[in-house]
């Protein structure tokens, strides 16, 4: 192999033995650019240009039937495509025409959604920015797909689309259960602070950042989300343990999807 070949991530349906090679252009009106070429199998061949080719090859090596592999091959394209489908129309459904009628399903069954809830779904998180510029905190709600909802009425609008696709039992029983959870931690569904945008003492994050209160200052820093036990802040990474009003000068993510706990995510 070439010093400028480098072996990448195999496409699905890929023979298992088989490797896809990135190569690159060394002369011409492409040079520099990058190509790849198929190489493996029993026979150890190379340089084949497609998933096909390196199917058909790979059958006929082992002695199989090439079309039937081929014809594995086309299923499983057509499922992938079929699932990409899927979830453009999941993505779609939270701003297209629909959207009130999925909004009007998931409330006439469950009222409104509260935001300090959502954390408590099965595989649902957010993220909380402080916005130096405007002093304001945003939240954004993240599905177990990491897809980012920044209107609390999207993530009724993405279980109301359940509901009216026959999942309702899985629905209320996701949701009872997370209100259930956020009661027996909070006490009430309203309790006398905002467990997202506040700190248990009523002080906004600014306030945290601002005060040099180290009891203070430390809540910030283990800002709760979801699970009971506290989770260190992506802040407590970036530098000091303390912060500072100074430290707030960008958006900061005090949570994000990837460090969700192990305890809320969905299940594989």
Not at 110 to 122: N, Q, S, T
Not at 182 to 202: A, C, M, Q, T, W
Not at 242 to 257: N, T
Request: negative net charge; charged residues 30%; proline residues 6%.
């Amino acid at each position: 192999m070439s010093k400028v070949d480098k072996v990448v991530e195999p496409p699905p349906g890929l023979p298992q033995g088989w490797q896809a090679v990135e190569k690159m252009f060394l002369a011409g009106k492409h040079a520099g650019g990058t190509y790849i070429r198929y190489q493996g199998g029993l026979k150890n061949t190379k340089g084949l240009y497609s998933v096909k080719k390196a199917i058909e090859k790979d059958a006929q090596d082992r002695g199989l039937d090439a079309q039937a592999e081929l014809a594995k091959y086309e299923q499983l394209k057509k499922a992938q495509a079929d699932e990409k489908e899927r979830e453009r129309k999941r993505n779609d459904m939270v701003k297209g025409e629909k959207f009130e009628q999925f909004v009007d399903a998931f409330e006439s069954e469950f009222g409104k959604l509260e935001a300090a809830v959502v954390p408590k779904i099965p595989g649902w998180t957010c993220v909380v920015k402080y916005l130096p510029i405007s002093g304001q905190t945003h939240v954004s709600y993240i599905s177990p797909e990491c897809k980012s909802y920044g209107v609390l009425k999207q993530v009724e609008a993405v279980f109301g689309h359940r509901v009216l696709n026959g999942d309702l039992a899985e629905v209320k029983t996701l949701i009872e259960k997370a209100r259930a959870d956020f009661i027996k931690e909070h006490g009430s569904l309203e309790p006398v602070y905002n467990s997202l945008r506040l700190l248990s003492d009523s002080s906004t994050l600014q306030e945290a950042a601002e005060s040099g209160d180290a009891d203070t200052l430390q809540e910030l820093e283990d800002f709760k989300y979801g699970g009971d036990a506290p989770t260190r802040t992506k802040r407590a990474k970036l530098g000091p343990k303390i912060p500072f009003a100074s430290d707030y000068s960008e958006e900061i993510p005090l949570v994000s999807c990837a460090e969700q706990p192990e305890a809320n995510r969905a299940p594989a």
